[in-house]
T-cell receptor, first 116, second 120 residues
Framework: EPEVTQTPSHQVTQMGQEVILRCVPI?????FYWYRQILGQKVEFLVS????????KSEIFDDQFSVERPDGSNFTLKIRSTKLEDSAMYFC??????????????FGEGSRLTVL | AQKITQTQPGMFVQEKEAVTLDCTYD???????LFWYKQPSSGEMIFLIY??????QNATEGRYSLNFQKARKSANLVISASQLGDSAMYFC?????????????????FGQGTILTVHP
């Protein structure tokens, strides 16, 4: 069964460093997302991406964050200068459409980011 | 704004019995979708079931069914014949389709989750 894959599974970084989290969405999906889950808290929407541009972003997704689909298969989340509060599990997801019964999001296994 | 409330931090069920996980929601949008996801200890998020706000029938997917009560704004997940592998965190989530084209931009609002433990 096709799946969303994410790398790395766990990354430890120093505060202020740049981090890039990578995702390979399901191949026929057109819509891509990043969510995060701080330990013990809710899963939170960060950004959605379609047709090589951001469709919607949350207030969490500030100027420190950026997304890119550099080569038609990978979908990346970059955090420019990490802060302690960026420590979380980051989930990539993809879907066929934005809505309706086929709009279910398929999530990857997550990338755990630890900022020291 | 949307809100999802899961009032059960943890639930226990005996293997082979049915269990209901509660979810209530709040939205001012007329068109919306409700989802349930399972998160095992390994961390991935597994889609279970979807219910559209205009769907008249309750959604079912194998052992999962969604008890959708629109007037009460509830979307409870029913798992029949529980299995040990059902032990996991379960999240209720919703998205709204505020535009005429039904576009939600994939923005899901999640509840806080319910940890289900299935006992042998």
């Amino acid at each position: 069964e096709p799946e969303v894959t994410q790398t790395p599974s766990h990354q430890v970084t120093q505060m202020g460093q740049e981090v890039i989290l990578r995702c390979v969405p399901i191949s026929n999906h057109l819509y891509f997302y990043w969510y995060r889950q701080i330990l013990g808290q809710k899963v939170e929407f960060l950004v959605s991406f379609y047709n090589n541009e951001i469709s919607e972003k949350s207030e969490i997704f500030d100027d420190q964050f950026s997304v890119e689909r550099p080569d038609g298969s990978n979908f990346t989340l970059k955090i420019r200068s990490t802060k302690l509060e960026d420590s979380a599990m980051y989930f990539c997801a993809s879907s066929v459409t934005f809505g309706g019964t086929t709009g279910e999001l398929f999530f990857g296994e997550g990338s755990r980011l630890t900022v020291l | 704004a949307q809100k999802i409330t899961q009032t059960q931090p943890g639930m226990f069920v005996q293997e082979k019995e049915a269990v209901t996980l509660d979810c209530t929601y709040d939205t001012s949008d007329q068109s919306y979708g409700l989802f349930w996801y399972k998160q095992p200890s390994s961390g991935e998020m597994i889609f279970l079931i979807y219910q559209g706000s205009y769907d008249e029938q309750n959604a079912t997917e194998g052992r999962y069914s969604l008890n959708f009560q629109k007037a009460r704004k509830s979307a409870n997940l029913v798992i029949s014949a529980s299995q040990l592998g059902d032990s996991a965190m379960y999240f209720c989530a919703m998205t709204s389709y505020p535009n005429a084209g039904g576009t939600s931009y994939g923005k899901l609002t999640f509840g806080q989750g319910t940890i289900l433990t299935v006992h042998p």
